[in-house]
């Protein structure tokens, strides 16, 4: 005789109204999940069907409003929910090219400027900052810069703009032309979302643990299953809710269901019909 089994898979799911999409928490594992199942999310009492599934990864652009929440420019509905493992990842940038716009006044060979504006990349060694270094080669009578070259290319979230002043000990006026480049070498941090703030136009998330100081812009990512069901989903919308998969039996009177790979498939077969010949003689008795 078959054996009922309602299958926990864990975590949420989430349903936009009007969709046919479920979408589980990232950490939820639905490759198990058979076409013909029976889903049923929350408090709800009606199952739904599964007519397929697949795995996606879901990807966009992020901004930082803080080390702890991030901010995307869209509603992303049932596409992240609570508990998602992300990856946070931002581009570093140096700078690749100098050449003089202005001279300024008062400069001496040999100072040592540095461009004004961008965000350095945190040093967490020893919290110093370590911009683009460039070298005064080349001053005029009046300590204008004639000429200077790139000591060091700076490692930066933010570049400097491409038209910038200077930072000096001693002269004043200077400004730069600056030609910044994305480094090969991308910051990576893997945080969980905690609670999620949804309105018409953007969404805020909150993560688990900061990002470190400074963190420029960056792109968010995730892998995560998705279920398209018989119809579309016709209440209000439910997101990160718990969720129960029946995939061997039906879901109101546990008749069993028989699959392709099944090599014993008569005997669900007359299981199912014992099943429903006892249901109508109990309706005719």
């Known amino acids: 005789m078959p054996i009922i089994v309602k299958k926990k898979y864990g975590y949420t799911a989430s349903v936009d109204q009007g969709s046919n999409k479920i979408i589980a928490c990232s950490k ?48 992303t509905g049932a596409l992240l929910s609570v508990d998602d493992d992300i990856s946070f990842t ?18 001496e060979v040999g100072d040592i400027i540095t461009p004004q504006g961008g965000i350095c990349k ?18 005029g009578e009046n300590g204008e810069i ?13 570049p400097p703009l491409a038209n910038c002043g200077v930072v000096s000990d001693l002269g004043e006026g200077a400004s730069i032309n600056v030609t910044c480049k994305a480094s090969d070498l991308l910051t990576v941090e893997d945080r969980t979302i905690t609670l999620i703030e949804h309105e018409s136009d953007h969404t805020i998330l909150h993560l688990n643990h900061p990002l ?15 279920l398209t069901i018989n119809i579309d989903y016709p209440t209000a919308s439910k997101y990160s809710v718990n969720y129960e998969i029946t995939k061997d039996f039906t879901p109101h009177n546990d008749i069993p269901l028989i699959h392709g790979d099944m090599s014993s498939s008569h005997l669900v077969y007359n299981e199912a019909m014992a099943i429903i010949d006892q249901r109508l003689k109990d309706l005719e008795s």
Do not use: H, M
């Open 90 to 107: 931002c581009n570093e940038y140096y700078v690749s090219l100098v050449t003089i716009a202005q001279g300024g006044q008062g400069y």
């Open 212 to 226: 470190p100081p400074k963190s420029g812009n960056g792109e968010i990512k995730t892998e995560k299953w998705e």
């Open 28 to 75: 939820a594992n639905w490759a198990a999940v058979r076409d013909g199942s029976f889903i049923t999310l929350d408090s709800d009492e009606v199952f739904y069907k599964v007519i397929s599934k697949k795995k996606f990864i879901y990807k966009k652009d992020v901004t930082v409003l803080n080390q702890s929440q991030l901010k995307l420019n869209t509603n």
């Open 122 to 139: 945190y040093n967490s060694i020893d919290e110093i900052d370590i911009p683009a270094q460039i070298t005064v080669d080349e001053v």
């Open 146 to 158: 004639l000429s200077l070259s790139l000591t060091t290319a700076g490692a930066y979230t933010v």
